[in-house]
Nanobody, 123 residues
Framework: QVQLVESGVGLVQSVGSLRLSCAVS????????MGWFRQAPGKEREFVAG????????YYSDPVKSRFTITRDNARKTVYLQMNSLKSEDTAVYYC????????????????WGQGTQVTVSS
């Protein structure tokens, strides 16, 4: 069993910054690619950023490219999402996800999910 737990301060002003963390525990030996997704009210869950097991291959969705940075610390079994220049449209529940594969995908085809953490950006 694998558990993912997200954490990070949830309320920030527009153009501010916030860092989310995702701690991975349990049987993680087969995990490789990690991703961050978000879901705003009334919208589908969408891909935000993904990183492979080595941390070399990194992908971002267009709305967050150049503002968000995904990193991972395999020794600490933690994945981070640094979010800068936040906008009101970034308001959503953010989810950490993990795959049993070396390949990052931008769909929701991830086997393990965190419970989500609310991020609210006030204008």
């Amino acid at each position: 069993q694998v558990q993912l737990v997200e954490s990070g301060v949830g309320l920030v002003q527009s153009v501010g910054s916030l860092r989310l963390s995702c701690a991975v525990s349990g049987r993680t030996s087969s995990l490789a690619a990690m991703g961050w997704f978000r879901q705003a009210p009334g919208k589908e869950r969408e891909f935000v950023a993904g990183i492979d097991s080595s941390g070399i291959r990194i992908y971002y969705s267009d709305p967050v490219k150049s503002r968000f940075t995904i990193t991972r610390d395999n020794a600490r079994k933690t994945v981070y999402l640094q979010m800068n220049s936040l906008k009101s449209e970034d308001t959503a529940v953010y989810y950490c996800a993990a795959r049993n594969s070396i390949t990052v995908v931008t769909t929701t085809d991830y086997q393990y999910w965190g419970q989500g953490t609310q991020v609210t950006v006030s204008s």
